[in-house]
């Protein structure tokens, strides 16, 4: 049973047949699922959502799949944790953390995204997938590929992390490596993609792979009880996780799922790649690129694809954005490992960092309730943190040793 | 002064699907009109209707993106190559 119309061009609305395409031919607009949300609210009733398994696929009438997924079946639905030691240190009345740092099977959000793609490229009938990526879509393609049986081509660039790397290779996928950066990577892949019929993640498949963002946004309004909480700071890269959590928070409230949505929405970057930022602040109608230099590479995407939209979503929602130095970045991790227990990637040291100074500014008032999201893992990103975390103390195995040690 | 320019996909209907053309232009604005006289309606696409151009097609100048360069000004010289992509996303 499949909700969804067909593929409609952002820009000019002109639509299109569901097929692995993914830019208007007219207007070069990035093209976006059309569902039908008549049936879908006919169909999907709280209740029905409650009586499912508590993954991401609860959801599925807003997925744009046609048949059974076949991949992620445990994918998503990850803690969203109320941060009590976070709230004191920060001096805010109610935090909340959407962790998916856990998300199951490779440690980040990409395993929604792609959850949806794999799971099209299979219907499409394709036999190999690729994708660009800065490290955790990597992760994710090479894994769930695995499962699906499908033949995989992943294009990093050189420089990334080594738990990314090997948490690519494990998969036994061919993995790229590019002398560059993520959107000379990027760009190659697009010509890599006219000549090779392959279902590219994040190019011919993108219209569906982007829509997995949204669960995560699903999550947070159905784990607080079905309501949005009024801010939620998210990490940008492309640009594209803001905007459809933005669109989840918008179709919840279409079909019915919430009375009111004035949640503001908030994008972080890291200074050394913020042409997301750079744009909210300044007020400008395009999105300049940068050259990124960051430890944050998950988010060094000096071009971002969706940055007009994140933008629009910032502005619309009434929020704001803001950018973190890479020590502001490692202090953020750290300050959430000690209060929460939780090791994020550089990402969540920029989400948690951002959030602190907006909290600081006044942007994001100290008593109302805020989402700061966690998209990755810290085991992956070990590089960033690992000269600013103490040693261990080595001593020899008596107990005098250990009582010389501690005094 | 030849130049090659790579069409993207979408665009090839327009140049009789051709992904590599050859002309002339001493800049990139001269170059999209160049193509138009030889693909009438493809300027249209790559330009709004302000002529400017669209902002989800990024153009490329031997590897370096033309906002690095001088946008729509930046210079060409024989054997440049031109590459038209429509903007991906990623992560």
């Known amino acids: ?407 | 002064m030849p130049i090659t320019v790579r069409i993207p996909t979408p665009l090839q209907k327009v140049t009789q699907n051709k992904a590599e053309v050859v002309l002339s232009g001493s800049n990139i604005r001269e170059m999209i009109d160049g193509l138009e006289r030889n693909f009438p309606g493809i300027k249209e696409r790559i330009c709004d209707e302000k002529g400017k151009i669209r902002r989800f097609i990024n153009i490329y100048v031997n590897e370096e993106d033309i906002r690095f360069l001088k946008q729509d000004q930046t210079s060409l010289k024989d054997g440049d190559e031109v590459s038209i992509i429509p903007a991906i996303a990623g992560g």
């Open chain 1, 1 to 407: 049973m499949s909700y969804v119309k067909g593929l409609k061009c952002r820009e000019c609305a002109r639509p299109y047949p569901k097929e692995p395409i993914y830019v208007c031919e007219y207007c070069f607009g990035p093209l976006e699922v059309d569902y039908d949300y008549e049936k879908i609210k006919h169909k999907l009733t709280k209740d029905v959502l409650e009586s499912r398994p508590k993954t991401m696929w609860r959801y599925r009438e807003l997925l744009p799949i046609d048949k059974e997924p076949v991949v992620g079946l445990e994918t998503g639905f990850t803690p969203l944790i109320r941060a009590r030691n976070l709230e004191k240190a920060l001096g805010v009345k109610e935090l909340y953390l959407k962790d998916d740092s856990v998300n199951h099977p490779t440690l980040s959000f990409k395993d929604r995204v792609v959850s949806v793609a794999i799971s099209k490229a299979k219907e499409f009938g394709f036999d190999t997938v690729a994708c660009a990526s800065t490290g955790n879509l990597a992760n994710s393609v090479a894994a769930q590929s695995a499962i699906a049986n499908l033949k995989r081509y992943i294009f990093i660039p050189a420089d990334l992390e080594l738990g990314k790397v090997i948490g690519s290779l494990i998969y036994n996928p061919v993995l790229v490596a590019v002398d560059g950066n993520y959107d000379q990577v990027n760009r190659l892949c697009s010509e890599v993609a006219t000549k090779y019929k392959w279902a590219f993640v994040n190019i011919n498949i993108r219209p569906y792979y982007a829509e997995g963002s949204k669960t995560y946004g699903y999550e947070i309004i159905e784990q607080l009880g079905w309501k949005a909480p009024k801010h939620i700071i998210v990490p940008c890269a492309g640009g594209s996780l803001i905007t459809k959590i933005w669109k989840a928070l918008k179709e919840f409230k279409n079909i019915g799922f919430i009375d009111k949505l004035d949640t503001k929405m908030y994008a972080s970057q890291a200074a050394g790649c913020n042409p997301i930022v750079a744009a909210v602040k300044e007020d400008l109608e395009i999105i300049r690129p940068v050259k990124p230099n960051t430890i944050a590479k998950s988010l060094a995407i000096g071009n971002p694809a969706d940055g007009v939209y994140a933008v629009g979503t910032v502005k619309e929602s009434g929020g704001w954005a803001e950018d973190v130095s890479d020590d502001e970045i490692v202090e953020a991790i750290k300050l959430l490992a000690s209060n929460e227990g939780i090791f994020t990637e550089t990402a969540g040291g920029v989400t948690l960092g951002a959030a602190k100074k907006l909290i600081e500014q006044g942007k994001i008032p100290r008593n109302e309730s805020i989402v700061v999201c966690i998209t990755g893992n810290g085991l992956k990103t070990q590089e960033a943190v690992k000269d600013r975390i103490g040693k261990p103390i080595r001593i020899k195995p008596a107990l005098a040793s250990f009582e010389q040690a501690i005094r």
